[in-house]
């Protein structure tokens, strides 16, 4: 359901924009979702990277506040993490998550692989 896309390999200090569009989801249904970016480095857990509400509440992991930006139109059912000066440690996979604890529900995308060279 979710479909995410726009990773790749870029240079340290260069910026890239992941995006991630519930297809499956009608308006409704979607603005009822917190949507999120997790992402995953080889042999590391996967962690949070930034989530948002419906309403444009945001909230961050540490180690990319005042470099990633994550924002969401409901109406085109897209969720967005604009990430500016990457460095090597944010080489990951990232996923796309949509969270509902009132309907119970916990979507993943695939991963969209970012790599940051030095």
């Known amino acids: 359901q979710l479909q995410a896309s726009g990773g790749g390999l870029v240079q340290a200090g260069g910026s890239l924009r992941l995006s991630c569009k519930a297809s499956?989801?009608?308006?409704?249904?979607?603005?009822?979702?917190?949507m999120g970016w997790y992402r995953q480095a080889p042999g590391m857990e996967r962690e949070l990277v930034a989530t948002?509400?419906?309403?444009?509440?945001?909230n961050y992991a540490d180690s990319v506040k005042g470099r990633f930006t994550i924002s969401r139109d409901n109406g085109k059912k897209m969720v967005y993490l604009q990430m500016n000066s990457l460095g090597p440690e944010d080489t990951a996979s990232y996923y796309c998550?949509?969270?509902?604890?009132?309907?119970?529900?916990?979507?993943w995308g695939q991963g969209t692989l970012v790599t940051v060279s030095s």
């Open positions: 499956r989801m009608i308006f409704s249904t979607y603005v009822q979702y917190v």
């Open positions: 998550n949509a969270r509902s604890i009132a309907r119970g529900d916990d979507v």
């Open positions: 948002i509400t419906s309403g444009g509440a945001t």
